[in-house]
């Protein structure tokens, strides 16, 4: 089953690039994942003004989504999950039919409540906090790993 990533911002950054576009390449056999980039907004002084602007972002998100999708933000206040539970949840998400799995990369400003009100759950990646573009490339790999464990293939722990 198809699994989409949303994400604020390009990936700048050789080193980020490369290790996306190899784990896109394991990923072709076991899980056809399509990355979908919306701009991102410049950061700003002041909370009412960063709102503004991550609900801008947030309607560039919600247009690359589409109505059957299952949404998935990562957010620092989501569920954590291990690898073999991310792995047995999107697995169950397929076999309970759903379409299409997105998550939802938010950029430096986080995402925006009209995002997080359309995500059907939120994952947290680790307590700590990571660029979105090494959150990007993170979220690439533990696809992989998913991928590789429920095609029943070894994968390094």
């Known amino acids: 089953m198809p699994v989409k990533l949303v994400c604020v911002g390009r990936l700048r950054e050789r080193w980020c690039n490369e290790a996306a576009a190899e784990y896109l390449k394991r990923l072709e056999r076991l899980m056809p994942v399509k990355v979908m980039e919306v701009r991102d907004e410049p950061e700003a002084e002041g909370e009412a003004l960063e709102r503004a602007l991550r609900a801008r972002e947030g309607e560039r998100i919600l247009k690359c989504l589409s109505p059957g999708d299952y949404v998935i933000a990562l957010c620092v206040d989501g569920q954590p999950l291990t690898s073999p539970a991310l792995a047995r949840k999107l697995d169950g998400l397929f076999c309970r039919g759903h379409s299409q799995v997105a998550f939802v990369v938010g950029g430096s400003l986080g995402l925006g409540d009209n995002v997080l009100a359309r995500a059907h759950e939120r994952m947290s990646m680790s307590a700590m906090t990571f660029p979105h573009p090494l959150a990007r490339v993170m979220l690439l790999e533990q ?15």
């Open 143 to 157: 696809l992989y790993r998913a991928a590789k464990i429920n095609a029943g293939e070894r994968y390094h722990k």
